[in-house]
Nanobody, 122 residues
């Protein structure tokens, strides 16, 4: 029904930048929430940033360094990550909560991306 395709992960040195993208495709009627989670080795998955309506929130550790934005026409969310630190190393997962067309009506759906690895190392 709906797929999320992520891109943009990789290896960068501390202080560097990366931009993650997540594009949704399928029978999408509207998107309630778009965001990114991450999971570092041996740690629980945590919310990095999310946008709903006109409001964007960030976990404290990335405030001032990461910027979340969206392109509604493309059903795409971006995470611009600057001043990267080794502790940002993790698998980053795109998340969307949306309304999809289902038969004669609609239903709400949570969808996750496949994950993209971000490694910050010198």
């Amino acid at each position: 029904q709906v797929q999320l395709v992520e891109s943009g992960g990789g290896l960068v040195q501390p202080g560097g930048s990366l931009r993650l993208s997540c594009a949704a495709s399928g029978s999408i009627f509207s998107i309630y929430v778009m965001g990114w989670y991450r999971q570092a080795p041996g740690k629980q998955r945590e919310l990095v940033a999310a946008i709903t309506g006109g409001s964007t929130s960030y976990t404290d550790s990335v405030k001032g360094r990461f910027t979340l934005s969206r392109d509604n026409a493309k059903n795409t969310v971006y995470l611009q990550m600057n001043s990267l630190k080794p502790e940002d190393t993790a698998v980053y997962y795109c998340y969307q909560y949306l309304k999809v067309v289902a038969g004669p009506g609609y239903r709400n759906l949570e969808v996750w991306g496949q994950g993209t690895l971000v490694t910050i190392s010198s």
